[in-house]
């Protein structure tokens, strides 16, 4: 009975998992056994020592390159991924790339580069504060602050793809909420062609689908279920500023530059409406005028329309056109930008209301 109660304490006190006493009497486990990294044990052998392994850095980036006589910054929006809705205060993961369509390379804020230093800024308007900012994670979000996103990817060359990646938290209410962004190398300009926006549903926004197709018209960074889109569209033309805008009732879509009549041809103000549309209109009575997106809004001739030209003088009258923009002095029209009346002629209908005034 000895042998087998000595036996039975050594084998308590050296197996593990059997409970221990400890001075107090009280019984403990030893718990699993832990193994310092780089000690192999051996039975019945010293234990031996093994080189750990070594984590190899990662090489730094070069901030070398051959600079160009002129350097030029374009980038061009490649895509966006991240979920289709997310919950109210839920945290959320972006990826957007951006394509290098430029001549010189751009650097993150992270590699250690201090040339031509490119992030994603908020735009629409530009610099807003976005509200999706947030720091407030245990992980780094990748919001430099409320207006500013780090590229991810350290040194971007021409024809080279950046990656951002970066965290965001929603708003603690429902909401559609329409995201401008742009790429900007910092100190130098931002790059137009890389302008992107994305729609973020947090919840479920009250929207209601009838004016789903008028969205596509507001172009900036807003909570769009907080558009009043129920009024009419129509379009306003202020003679002493020169300016358009479009609007679908007080909300306005769109700003433009015109060019309005002259003094001895002036365009005539008051209420009227849209009376028809032509793709191109020509005039009837010498020297033809050529006008491009044309909307008659007043009987007698008047229309809106793109920048008038001739058939005939490789460009001159066009020219002189484009240098008129922003005064008075086309015959009576309300002439456009080529891009602007694009985007006029395909918003307004037939029955669109215009407002004309000083």
């Given amino acids: 009975m000895k042998k087998t109660a000595v036996l039975f304490m050594i084998m308590a006190l050296t197996l593990p998992g059997l409970a221990q006493a400890n001075d107090n009497g009280v019984n403990q486990s030893p718990g699993p056994t832990v193994q310092a990294p780089g ?3 051996q039975a019945d052998t010293a234990a031996t020592v093994t080189p750990a392994p070594v984590e190899l850095a990662a090489p730094p980036i070069s901030c070398d ?3 160009p006589d002129k350097e030029v910054f374009k980038g061009q929006f490649v895509a966006v991924r991240k979920k289709g809705f997310v919950a109210k205060k839920e945290a959320f993961e972006t990826k957007v790339y951006v394509m290098n369509t430029g001549n010189t390379p751009w650097f993150s804020a992270d590699s250690g580069c201090k040339v031509n230093v490119a992030n994603l800024g908020t735009d629409k308007s530009r610099d ?15 919001w430099e602050g409320p207006n500013r996103i780090n590229m991810e ?3 971007v060359d021409p024809q080279g793809m950046a990656t951002f990646t970066f965290w965001s ?3 603690d209410r429902d909401g559609l909420y329409r995201e401008y962004f742009d790429v900007v190398v910092e100190g130098k300009t931002w790059l137009d062609g890389a302008l992107f926006s994305t729609d973020i549903k947090v919840g479920e926004p009250n929207m209601d689908p009838a004016k789903k197709d008028l969205l596509q018209y507001v172009t900036e960074s807003v909570d769009l279920a907080t558009v009043d889109l129920n009024g009419e569209k129509n379009i306003e033309v202020d003679i002493s500023t020169q300016k358009m805008w479009l609007k679908i009732g007080d ?5 433009f530059p015109v060019s309005t009549g002259t003094n001895s041809h002036p365009t005539p103000v008051g209420t009227t409406k849209i009376l028809n549309k032509m793709p191109v209109r020509v005039s009837g009575s010498s020297p033809h005028y050529i006008m491009p997106k044309w909307m008659m809004y007043r009987k007698g001739g008047y229309g809106i329309h793109a920048l008038p030209s001739l058939g005939n003088d490789h460009g001159v009258y066009w020219r002189e056109a484009l240098a008129h ?3 008075r002095r086309s015959h009576g029209c309300i002439r456009l930008l080529p891009q602007d009346a694009e985007f006029a002629y395909n918003f307004g209908e037939v029955g669109t209301k215009v407002v004309v005034h000083y």
Avoid: C, H, M
């Fill in 325 to 327: 923009i922003g005064s």
């Fill in 153 to 155: 990817t350290q040194r």
């Fill in 65 to 67: 390159y051959t600079k």
């Fill in 251 to 255: 909300f306005v879509i769109r700003e």
């Fill in 39 to 41: 000690i192999v044990q």
């Fill in 169 to 171: 938290k929603a708003p």
């Fill in 128 to 142: 807003r504060l976005s509200t999706f900012f947030t720091k407030d994670l245990l992980w780094k979000s990748n």
